[in-house]
């Protein structure tokens, strides 16, 4: 399949000169469509972070009830995780670009009228609780949309590329940002609102939102500043006829008949259920119950877990690429070495080791996040992306709701335990599916293709008889 000729077709770019050096930082650098994405959403992301210190943060200002924060950002994670397949659907539909200026557009109104509310004195929580909802709800469509918007951007070779400078420069963002808004909030807390809690200081909290209202704004010009051919007239007459639960049936079966995506997908679920939803529970109370600091050892650790996602994104660009054949063994050999990172961490007594198995996590996920994406972007036709980025999505941020009380239940009963078992499931399954993907790699290549085929025919079939 000519991917690179396709992407010339969609985007109305030219296909690379053959002396191009694909995947080089440079060359991707130099593509203009990539390059406003890249500096629009790295602001965007920046900005995100003040508004997910100051959403919990004004909460507990307004009502001083930890009950309350928990509630606001479940509303947040479920209507995100609920919509999230349909936002794929519609990604397909209308193009990943159209629906992040809609969800950015959104978001932005709902900050910006947030921060008037904060500057007036006139927040009251039933606000904050539909501002969740909404909030949450612009969300699962943006998120399956900017992944899925890469591939209409950039040549096939470039992809890997590209992702490790989105990616990376977002967990940079989130590694720094925190900071920077809680600075910005405590050095400018002047302002008050009388709430459950009584008078509280609220002006730097306004401000972070303002700043998360003006970044909207930057990622609103520069995704309005990409051109990319629009479809045909035929395509859109063929998007029109699929209804939407048909368009999502079709990116779930496309999913299910691609044996090595199916496989992946279930272990990244078990993964997000095992080890990667359970972290924000375990990480703090592993803080404050067994090591010295408390809160310091809490931000020690979750540095050290950001700082390894960062350094994991960046090794994947610049170690060697393994062989196609091997790209889902050695993920899952990488998966199995974060459940043993994991259990190491029911046993741990000191900050510094919890910190350095923190850094490995963090490495292990960066790393196998980069890999996962482009290898799924590369296997995925183009009109399919924002369904399988949906999906993707789907798994990595849609079980957070599911696996957090579970885990909290669970930690309450005993940590070290939990961490043992958990831990020790996920290095076990990973590495038997490892082993047994590299003994049959050659059979689930064949069956894979095979079901392609098939699928491809059924498709066919389906037109001619409309």
Known sequence: MNIGGEIAHVTGQLPAKTDRRFGTLGAVLHVRNFRLLWIGQGISVLGDQFYMIALPWLVLQLTGDALAVGTVLCLVAFPRALFMLVGGALIDRFSPRNMMLASDALRMILVTLLTLLLLTGSIQMWMLYGFALLFGLAAAFFYPAQPALIPQLLEEEELQTGNILNMGTAQLGIFIGPVVAGGLIALLDTGSVQGAAGTSHTLGIAIAFGVDALSFLVSLVTLWMIRIKTATEADEAAKQKEGMFSSIRAGLVHAWNDYPVRLLIVFFAAIMLLINGPFDVVIPVLSATRFAGGAVAFGIIMSAFGGGALLGMVLAGV????????????????????????????????????????????????????????????????????????????????????????????????????????????????????????????????????????????????????
Do not use: C
């Open 319 to 466: 170690l060697p690429k393994p062989p196609a054949r091997y790209i889902i063994s050695m993920i899952l050999v990488v998966i199995s070495s974060m459940g043993i990172a994991w259990a190491l961490l029911g046993m741990v007594t000191s900050t510094l080791i919890a910190a350095l198995l923190a850094l490995a996590l963090g490495t292990a996920n960066g790393y196998i996040e980069i890999m996962l994406i482009t290898w799924v972007q590369k296997r995925t036709p183009l009109q399919m992306q924002g369904r399988m980025m949906s999906l993707a999505m789907f798994v990595t941020m849609g079980l957070t709701p599911v696996s957090t009380p579970i885990a909290g239940a669970l930690v309450k009963l005993n940590l070290t335990l939990f961490l043992l078992v958990t831990g020790g499931l996920a290095a076990a399954l990973s590495l038997v599916a490892a082993l047994y993907f590299l003994v049959r790699e050659k059979d689930i290549t064949e069956l894979a293709t095979h079901q392609a085929k098939y699928v491809s025919r059924i498709e066919d079939s389906n037109e001619k008889g409309k």
